[in-house]
């Protein structure tokens, strides 16, 4: 037995009074706790390290400001949380229990003003009568207009958490996918067993262990396997799974959630246990594991117990005080009181008395003569109270002293600086939750259990109320063996350690309080880190809020960052008793995932600023950077939007510019975003007439057609053009916005309307760069790279026309004739690979006739000096009449929209149709979006006749034009409307003309 | 979640697109409006939308590009059977014949 006095780094860390089992203290590591110099070892949690300096007393309560201290030994901990590290890397709510120890760690408590240990507003408490459940609804009500102005920052600067960084994150995420046969959750005796046994059957496993080091209470407790300690057989279990190929053992995993089909969230802290992430190495990993089958070895939580000022700083949970002091070799008193409901909790005495600190105590709510109460204390020379309780805790940032009270109601005031208080372990049961079911109440061990698991799940040890190690062993190896038999891998159990016997003996103890509304002295904790108190849930029940889920919202219980973990069941003992039912009868809320908080960086991990979204480059996008080109996004796709040249001041005057050389000379423009989807098969043709409006049967090989095609509901959906390159052999382009979705389509139609059909599909829109040659030069241009075996002359390659081609000596290629700026024009296609060099090769055999590329903006301007419908007018509530294309829906076959088109509504000559629109005054801007009213009436809804869908600057036309949607829009060409928009508050009179502005008898198309 | 494509196998959820109840039928090619506007009606808007097992369109987009049949119990994700569309309106289309 070694004793504070005699330990040798008793000086620097005078509770450091034992070798844990998995501390180095060879090694000191050096860390800050609100700017006091402190320090620690390998193997130490920021908690533990704590301790060792005698450090309880770790934050602020969340509503009252309470001084808190370190409750727990693992990630259930609602007190101690601080910040930690600095600057961009700093983190709030971290919990001191589970963030592990680096040399220069910078930790901070939270939540205190001006410092810890003097609150301003500690007297909050004194304020407690307004503060009690619900009291957000009833304090801050009125008036309405105070809430954003004074209630809610005042709420929040009072109950705020920690502060997040300022700056951006400057680490990354990652997230992964993995498979596996047996996922094993937990690595105590239970877990552990299940992966030797399903491994050795030579499954594929994984074993997840939240903790940085495996073990589970195999660390925290003084015991022995096989006769040596614990820790000694899960160094020799960890070293038999190592050396099996298909097990891998994931540390700092933390399993959060559990998903539909066997799918499992998983958190792996990479480097959260370093200063910072090694070059290239992730912050954190977010894991989807796929596993056939699911060993839950999740362990237990302890239950505080309810009694007045149980928040004190040195009141613990009493299996925690044992992981400090076996694993991490810490005292966190020098004088305990051991309080217990069961004999689990009395080994803690032994465990302290062991170390030297002194048992001033034991309290056993059970009564005399149960339990092992009296031995324990006999060998710890400690006074026993069997059937008394603890009554009230003295001191106020640390305990001084304790009052019991003795089973005959006679009081003791017991000074000490320690209280291990155990009111029994709760099964950590949240991943058998997740997907709805409710746990089961069983009396025996005062516990909620699983019932429905999810599909392919078991669960074993603590998790499933198997107390006892030898038992955890064998349930946990008998379960990892049928979990690999049924993944098709057989084998004999392993070989298990002998444990020692462990009796539990539990007798529901959840509150020592004499009544819960009744208690008025001191206040009663069951949520800490919500501050909701015993006497919250009796004003509650008292309020009527009777139903479980009811008194979770109204109190707030539960419902912070730790889940309740250590509340829950005390509060639902606690509801149970004051409205006189059962806790089965009372029943528990859902637990949702995730179990432990889950970063928002982790979950986005790479796909945040630029990553975002991916971004789809057209073939010449490289080219057309290094030509200066400014881009847009179109959807995924960047596209060049202009291409200024030196000496042009502003967009306009570059977009004005591209527009006259297409209109003049010639022009080149990438269009590969466009879809492009190649149609094969004896049955194309007929295919092609079901999902378009018009005609295509009698579209000859080496001919183009314009399409349309609408909805089943009989609004326009998408138009392109499609050509027929051979008998069978079609290619459809589709819109840039609806590529995919078209594609789908077509592969339902199909597959589902008519999978008799022989027609098959294949989208080639990224095989293919396609670039549109446009204007009175084109086919000058073009005669220097199309091979001159191809005739290109208007007589044999009319408006159009399509067809293979080879280019530039032999590659190959296609050519269509096509216009979408109503010059005469083409698009060539060649393989994507070939994108850029098309564009250096244009420009190269252009330059005599004036070529120049053009963007985006200036294809915009051409299509709406032609009135040709894009992405503005195809907008999904516009119909083929509103487009002026009602007639091209044909009356001799069936396609898709042909009955709902036909509906009265969708005809209505009241609707607004598609018209042209020019500004009286050529220089008055038309805007997207503006509404079109007769002119001087009032600008009201009612008044409304349409709105204008696209508007541009036409250098062509010398003034603004637009395209828009007007009611009775074909009758009124020539009168004049008021175009309202009441987002530059402008009123513009503007002539209703034909939408196609420039060439109506389409001569320079046909040239 | 995850779906069991016929062509592919087991995939993750995010490889797939729903579409929605797979009850309903395309009235023949030669109804109209006037002489079944009841079946098309149903055909373009209504669906289903039962608790419990419920037989729906979803589209392996990221996959083979086929449409498949799914039958899902839509309270517990639970899925009961996946099958290709294609097969599935075949023998629909052979059945009514």
Known sequence: ?1007 | MRLTCPFCGSRGLEEFTYRGDALVRRPAADTSLQTDAQAWTDYVYLRDNPAGLHSELWYHGVGCRSWLVVTRDTRTHRVDDVRAASAVAAERSGGAA
């Open chain 1, 1 to 1007: 037995m070694s004793g504070a006095a005699s330990h040798p780094k008793a000086g620097a860390q005078p509770m450091r009074v034992a070798n844990g089992n998995a501390v180095d203290t060879s090694r000191t590591l050096h860390f800050t706790f609100d700017g006091r110099r402190l320090s620690g070892h390998p193997g130490d949690t920021l908690a533990s390290a704590l301790l060792a300096h005698g450090i309880h007393l770790a934050g602020r309560s969340f509503k009252y400001h309470r001084p808190r201290g370190i409750l727990s030994a693992g990630p259930e901990e609602p007190n101690a949380l601080v910040e930690l590290r600095d600057g961009a890397r700093r983190e709030p709510n971290t919990r001191a229990t589970v963030a592990e120890l680096f040399d220069g760690l910078v930790a901070r408590s939270q939540n205190r003003w001006p410092s810890l240990a003097f609150d301003a507003l500690g007297m909050n408490g004194l304020l407690s009568s307004v503060l009690g459940a619900g009291f957000y609804y009833k304090t801050f009500m009125w008036p309405a207009s105070f809430w954003e102005k004074v209630y809610e920052p005042a709420i929040r600067r009072a109950a705020g958490l920690g502060r997040a960084a300022d700056e951006a994150d400057p680490d990354h995420y990652e997230k992964a996918t993995t498979f596996c046969d047996v996922l094993v959750v937990g690595s105590g005796p239970a877990g552990l067993a299940a992966a030797l046994a399903a491994g050795r059957a030579g499954a594929r496993v994984i074993l997840c262990e939240e903790d940085s080091l495996p073990g589970g209470r195999l660390r925290a407790e003084h015991m022995t396997l096989d006769g040596a300690p614990a820790a000694d057989w899960v160094a020799k279990a960890c070293q038999a799974l190592a050396a099996m190929p298909e097990v891998t053992v994931m540390t700092r995993a933390c399993v959060f959630g559990t998903y539909d089909g066997g799918t499992y969230g998983v958190l792996e802290r990479v480097a959260d246990h370093k200063p910072v992430p090694a070059e290239g190495e992730a912050r954190q990993r977010l894991w989807r594991i796929v596993a056939r089958r699911c060993v839950v070895a999740t362990g237990a939580i302890e239950r505080p117990v309810v009694f007045p000022n149980n928040d004190r700083p040195g009141v613990m949970l009493a299996g925690a005080v044992r992981t400090y002091v076996n694993r991490f070799g810490v005292a966190p008193g020098r004088r305990a009181v051991v309080y217990t409901c069961n004999d689990d909790g009395l080994r803690t005495a032994r465990d302290l008395a062991r170390v030297g600190v002194k048992v001033a105590a034991i309290v056993d709510s059970r009564p005399e003569g149960t339990g092992a109460g009296a031995q324990v204390a006999r060998d710890c020379g400690a006074p026993f109270f069997a059937g008394a309780s603890l009554a009230d805790v003295y001191g106020s940032k640390g305990v001084k002293s304790v009052l019991v009270r003795d089973h005959a109601g006679q009081a003791h005031n017991i000074a000490c600086d320690l209280v291990a208080m155990s009111g029994g372990w709760s099964p950590n049961i949240a991943l058998t939750t997740h997907q709805g079911a409710r746990p089961d109440y069983r009396e025996d061990i005062c516990a909620f259990v699983p019932s429905a698991l999810p599909p392919g799940m078991v669960v074993v040890g603590a998790a499933a109320g198997v107390f006892d190690t030898a038992e955890a062993l064998g349930q946990g190896a008998q379960a990892g063996q049928a979990a690999a038999a049924l993944c098709g891998f057989e084998t004999a159990l392993p070989d298990l350690p002998r444990a020692e016997p462990a009796s539990y003996g539990i007798q529901a103890l959840f509150h020592a309080l004499k009544g819960v509304a009744a208690a008025k002295k001191g206040k009663a904790f069951v949520d800490f880190q919500n501050d909701v108190t015993a006497r919250d849930i009796g004003l509650a029940a008292h309020e009527g809020f009777v139903s479980v889920e009811h008194l979770k919202r109204y109190t707030t219980l539960g419902m912070a960052t730790d889940q309740g973990k250590t509340s829950n069941v005390n509060a639902l003992a606690l509801l149970a008793e004051v409205s006189e039912r059962s806790i089965a009868q009372t029943g528990t809320t859902l637990i949702r995932p995730p179990t432990q908080p889950v970063a928002i960086g982790a979950l986005a991990g790479a796909h945040r600023g630029p990553h975002f979204k991916p971004e789809r480059l057209p073939p010449t996008h490289q080219w057309a950077m290094a030509q200066g080109a400014v881009f847009t996004a179109n959807g995924l796709w960047q596209r060049a939007q202009w291409y200024p040249r030196a000496g042009e001041q502003t967009w306009q005057e570059t977009v004005n510019r591209e527009v006259r050389t297409v209109r003049e000379a010639v022009g080149f423009c990438d269009v590969t975003t466009l879809g492009k989807i190649d149609i094969q098969g004896p049955d194309a043709a007929e295919f092609l007439e079901r999902v378009y409006v018009n005609a295509w049967k009698k579209l000859p090989v080496g001919r183009a057609r314009y399409g349309l095609m609408l909805r089943e509901d009989g609004f326009a959906y998408d138009d392109g053009t499609t050509a027929r390159l051979g008998e069978n052999h079609y290619v459809m382009t589709t819109t840039t916005a609806n590529a995919g979705g078209v594609m789908a389509h077509l592969e339902f139609c199909h597959q589902w309307l008519w999978p008799e059909m022989d027609v098959q599909f294949i989208s080639v829109t990224d095989e293919w760069a396609q670039i549109a040659v446009a204007g009175p030069k084109s086919r000058d241009v073009l005669r220097q790279i199309v091979d001159p075996e191809y005739d290109l002359s208007n007589e044999a390659f009319g408006y159009m026309a399509a067809r293979s081609v080879t280019v530039c000596g032999g590659q190959e290629a296609r050519l269509f004739r096509l216009s979408f700026s109503g010059e005469l024009a083409y698009e060539l296609a060649v393989p994507a690979r070939y994108g850029a060099a098309l564009a250096e090769r244009l420009m190269q055999m252009g330059a005599p006739y004036g070529i120049a590329p053009y963007g985006t903006e200036a294809l915009g301007v051409l299509r709406i000096e032609k009135g040709h419908p894009a992405g503005p007018e195809l907008n999904g509530q516009t119909t083929a009449h509103d487009l002026g294309m009602g007639r091209m829906l044909s009356t001799r076959k069936d396609f898709i929209g042909r009955v709902m088109a036909q509906r009265p509504a969708l005809t209505d000559p009241a609707r607004p149709t598609l018209v042209g629109l020019q500004p009286l005054c050529a220089t008055d801007t038309l805007a997207a979006g503006a509404h079109l009213l007769p002119q001087g009436a009032l600008a009201t809804a009612a008044a409304d006749q349409g709105w204008i869908s696209s508007a541009a600057w036409s250098p062509t036309v010398g003034s603004w034009i637009a395209l828009g949607f007007l009611a009775n829009g074909a009758t009124r060409l020539g009168e004049v409307v008021a175009v309202h928009n009441p987002l530059a508050g402008t009123v513009v009179n503007a002539r209703v003309v034909s939408p196609v502005f420039v060439d109506p008898e389409g001569e320079r198309l046909h040239g």
